[in-house]
T-cell receptor
Framework: EAGVTQSPTHLIKTRGQQVTLRCSPISGHTSVYWYQQALGLGLQFLLW???????NRGNFPPRFSGRQFPNYSSELNVNALELEDSALYLC???????????FGPGTRLTVT | DQQVKQNSPSLSVQEGRISILNCDYT??????FLWYKKYPAEGPTFLIS?????DKNEDGRFTVFLNKSAKHLSLHIVPSQPGDSAVYFCAASAVGNQFYFGTGTSLTVIP
């Protein structure tokens, strides 16, 4: 069974630019979660999608957005990048509510 | 507001001994708990889970204990091995809600 995949693995952007990160969940998983892990910090919940709908979002500004496609893959968009957006962005998928989440390898975003 | 807390940022243990990682939570509605292990530059890997109807769950060298009255859970690794050196995250959720993660404890197992 293929795991959660994320692309790209690394990304360097300049302040003010926009970025799109992509995630493909494990086959059969309908829920996708996005997390941010900044240096020295824990996992901060960003967004949760299930069956194509946004179910919840964490305490992040509106310039963080995303969507889930009919095949359950997902995109995370970040507009007007700021230096503090530099972090590892992790995507996870699960079979649904309250099932364990399986994580992808992450996308390392550096904003200069 | 940090609903899940791991108050020890790091822990060092000798190989072969027991590692005990602790996690506290504040929301009494949490009823499902997970532990993850994370190596540098990789995504977290699911280790073990426990639901609030149990107070213990075992999987090989890993045992998770849940004390609902104290809102505390712990992960025991016995015996500890050098390959267990990683950052460990606990996570908790209530029915219908997302998981809340702790800030992690970095475990170093000394050969």
């Amino acid at each position: 069974e293929a795991g959660v995949t994320q692309s790209p693995t690394h990304l360097i952007k300049t302040r003010g630019q926009q970025v799109t990160l992509r995630c493909s969940p494990i086959s059969g998983h309908t829920s996708v979660y996005w997390y941010q892990q900044a240096l020295g910090l824990g996992l901060q919940f960003l967004l949760w999608y299930d069956e194509g709908e946004e179910r919840n979002r964490g305490n992040f500004p509106p310039r963080f957005s995303g969507r889930q496609f009919p095949n359950y893959s997902s995109e995370l968009n970040v507009n007007a990048l700021e230096l503090e957006d530099s972090a590892l962005y992790l995507c996870a998928s699960s079979r649904g509510l309250n099932y364990e989440q399986y994580f992808g390898p992450g996308t390392r975003l550096t904003v200069t | 507001d940090q609903q899940v807390k791991q108050n020890s940022p790091s822990l060092s243990v000798q190989e072969g001994r027991i590692s005990i990682l602790n996690c506290d939570y504040t929301n009494s509605m949490f009823d499902y708990f997970l532990w993850y292990k994370k190596y540098p530059a990789e995504g977290p890997t699911f280790l073990i889970s426990i639901s609030s109807i149990k107070d213990k769950n075992e999987d090989g060298r890993f045992t998770v204990f849940l004390n609902k009255s104290a809102k505390h859970l712990s992960l025991h690794i016995v015996p500890s091995q050098p390959g267990d050196s990683a950052v460990y995250f606990c996570a908790a959720s209530a029915v219908g809600n997302q998981f809340y993660f702790g800030t992690g404890t970095s475990l170093t197992v000394i050969p």
